[in-house]
Each structure stands twice: as structure tokens, then as C-alpha cells.
T-cell receptor
Framework: DTAVSQTPKYLVTQMGNDKSIKCEQN?????MYWYKQDSKKFLKIMFS???????INETVPNRFSPKSPDKAHLNLHINSLELGDSAVYFC?????????????FGDGTRLSIL | AQKITQTQPGMFVQEKEAVTLDCTYD???????LFWYKQPSSGEMIFLIY??????QNATEGRYSLNFQKARKSANLVISASQLGDSAMYFC?????????????FGEGTQLTVNP
């Protein structure tokens, strides 16, 4: 019973390509997030959606485009991949956007750009 | 500015002993929340414990407890009776309110190694 699942777990691709990471949660949560963890393990939020609506958009290059077809899914599409995009990307969800409940994370997608 | 600081890049503890991982925070918002997450070498992020700024008592979850000192703006994680499986990276995070939601701001993490 995976609560927050991301696919793929590993993604190796060439610079300049376009790729997508999918995320689904079966917890019935309203709010979903994308985080980036860099090579020094620092975690930073990228986007947050509440009930399919974008509520937080960090200063992320517009090559990154999140899409939420319904409140259980939040996908991340990345255009024209660059070397600096290599990182682990985590999807997370929480009951609501207030932050009073913990965020539950997926297992991460390790993106490597050649 | 809201900020989380973990000053211990690495910590070592003997199996079965207790260990304290430090976390200090800075915020001007009177309502905030503090979280601890564990990241083992396999990479997943595991929620451990939560403390709300208005909670009167320190949070506890099994072998985990949070030593919350509001005046000092610290929220240290205490792990009792350490086990080999506790070896992992530990992140302290603070909930920061935004206009239309909230985000987690993470510290830089502490790598804990439990020695047999």
C-alpha cells in the first residue's frame, strides 16, 4: 500500500532532452508538493498544489512545468534538461495546505543528466 | 527571515545509548510547526515527529522525543536506546506560512552513525 508513489525511481538522460516524473498519492490528501534535493542533500521546495490549483511557485526555471490532472496526481515535466538539473526530486502530499499535518514523501526520483 | 539551522554535520553514538540532534530556528510568525524527518541510505524521507508552537508538552513518538525550548528557539530531537537501523541523515524542518498555503523549510541535515 504505497502512500505516495513516484515513477520512475531512476532517470538517466542526455542534456537537452525533455522528461517527465509522475507522482500519485492514495492518502486522500488535498495538497501536493515537489521538492529538489541537491548533491549536498539540501532539500528545497519547488511547487505546491492544493486541489489541482498552484499555490506555491518557487523561483524555478520555467523549463519546469508541474501539472495536476486531479488532486491525487502531480506530475513534473522538465524541458531542455541541463547538467544542473541532476538531483533527487521528491513528491510529497499533506492533508491540507495549512502545514499543521506532516508531509508524506515519495521515495524520490534520481535524475542524472549526461 | 525564516531559517532552520542544524549545526552538527555528523554525529556518532554507541548502540543502546541516547543521542540528541540539535536544531535551532528563526521566525517572527507566532504560529509555526517543527518537524523531524529521517532519510536512510536508501533515500526515502520518513516523518518522525511534529511539534506545534502552541503545544504545551514536548512531542514524543516511541523512542523519539522533541526537546522544545521556545524561548531559545530550539527543537532538538532525542533518540533513546539507539539501534543500528537509526543510522541515517536527519532533517529538521519548519512550517512557514505563505499567503495561500505553507511550505517546509529544511535544515542542512545531520548524518547519524550508530556504532555496534
Amino acid at each position: 500500500d504505497t502512500a505516495v508513489s513516484q515513477t520512475p525511481k531512476y532517470l538517466v538522460t542526455q542534456m537537452g532532452n525533455d522528461k517527465s516524473i509522475k507522482c500519485e498519492q492514495n492518502l486522500g490528501h488535498d495538497t501536493m508538493y515537489w521538492y529538489k534535493q541537491d548533491s549536498k542533500k539540501f532539500l528545497k521546495i519547488m511547487f505546491s498544489y492544493n486541489n489541482k490549483e498552484l499555490i506555491i511557485n518557487e523561483t524555478v526555471p520555467n523549463r519546469f512545468s508541474p501539472k495536476s490532472p486531479d488532486k491525487a496526481h502531480l506530475n513534473l515535466h522538465i524541458n531542455s534538461l541541463e547538467l544542473g538539473d541532476s538531483a533527487v526530486y521528491f513528491c510529497a502530499s499533506s492533508q491540507d495546505p495549512t502545514g499543521n499535518q506532516p508531509q508524506h514523501f515519495g521515495d524520490g526520483t534520481r535524475l542524472s543528466i549526461l | 527571515a525564516q531559517k532552520i539551522t542544524q549545526t552538527q554535520p555528523g554525529m556518532f553514538v554507541q548502540e543502546k545509548e541516547a543521542v540528541t540532534l540539535d536544531c535551532t530556528y528563526d521566525t517572527s510568525d507566532p504560529s509555526y510547526g517543527l518537524f523531524w524527518y529521517k532519510q536512510p541510505s536508501s533515500g526515502e524521507m520518513i516523518f518522525l515527529i511534529y511539534q506545534g508552537s502552541y503545544d504545551q508538552q514536548n512531542a514524543t513518538e516511541g523512542r523519539y522525543s522533541l526537546n522544545f525550548q521556545k524561548a531559545r528557539k530550539s527543537a532538538n530531537l532525542v533518540i533513546s536506546a539507539s539501534q543500528l537501523g537509526d543510522s541515517a541523515m536527519y532533517f529538521c524542518a519548519m512550517r512557514v506560512k505563505e499567503t495561500s498555503g505553507s511550505r517546509l523549510t529544511f535544515g542542512e541535515g545531520t548524518q547519524l552513525t550508530v556504532n555496534p
